[in-house]
């Protein structure tokens, strides 16, 4: 098998690229990385990754990381295959585009954050900060609403389909839903009806049935 995943099943930056994959319908070898023995800090892994994060990414002799651009590879080098996760229309895909870096500035810093605080510490038994999570809710919201009015005139963020505009949301926000923090998505119908829409996706549905027999 030729594509290669090292990572962890509860990092949202690993379920980002298994769930493209997923919707590409290619298989691949998931290789779990030990990162609460630092795994992921030393040899050989850094070989993949030097920063030592999750995940790293082989696709035969090519090797990347930051999911993102794994993503972006993904969706191009096998675009003929599943799911079209991309435009070959340039002025759509510079939509996508817009989108898609409106994902990794504004949304993922707080959201991030947010999903550590809330849902990824307890599971750990760390306890949340309440201080950095109200602060980060509070931008979150902000972000939330702009998503609210662009939901309002177009079924997806990208345009009228789905595309990794949107699915680069999934990990962060479905940790979030299981929260209090479900709320501040329900007060916001387009977004609330959205995030049903595309986490209820069978490539999705796998990441989370591979996070939950972890």
């Not at 290619?26 to 999750?54: C, R, T, W």
């Not at 991030?112 to 038994?125: D, N, Q, S």
């Not at 699915?167 to 501040?184: C, D, F, I, R």
């Amino acid at each position: 098998m030729a594509i290669k995943v090292h990572g962890s099943v509860i990092s949202t930056a690993a379920m980002r690229v298994f769930a493209c994959l997923n919707e590409k319908g290619l298989e691949y070898e998931y290789v779990p990385v030990d990162m609460p023995a630092g795994e992921h800090k030393k040899e050989p892994y850094l070989s993949l990754n030097p920063f030592g994060q999750i995940p790293a990414f082989e696709d035969g002799d090519l090797k990347l990381f930051e999911s993102r651009a794994v993503n972006q590879y993904i969706a191009h080098a096998y675009a003929d295959k599943g799911n079209p996760l991309i435009y070959q229309d340039p002025k759509k895909m510079a939509i996508v585009s817009v989108w898609m870096e409106v994902e990794a500035q504004k949304y993922d810093p707080p959201a991030a954050k947010l999903a550590w605080e809330v849902a990824i510490k307890p599971l750990f038994g760390m306890s949340t900060d309440d201080a950095i999570a109200e602060e980060q809710e509070a931008k979150l919201a902000k972000v939330l609403d702009v998503y609210e009015a662009r939901l309002a005139q177009s079924k997806y963020l990208g345009g009228d389909s789905f595309s990794l505009a949107d699915l680069n949301h999934l990990p962060t926000m479905s940790y979030l839903m299981g929260t209090h923090l479900k709320a501040v998505v329900d007060a916001r119908p387009h977004v609330s009806s959205w995030y049903a829409d595309i986490s209820a996706r069978p490539a999705w549905q796998k990441v989370v049935a591979m996070k939950n027999n972890q």
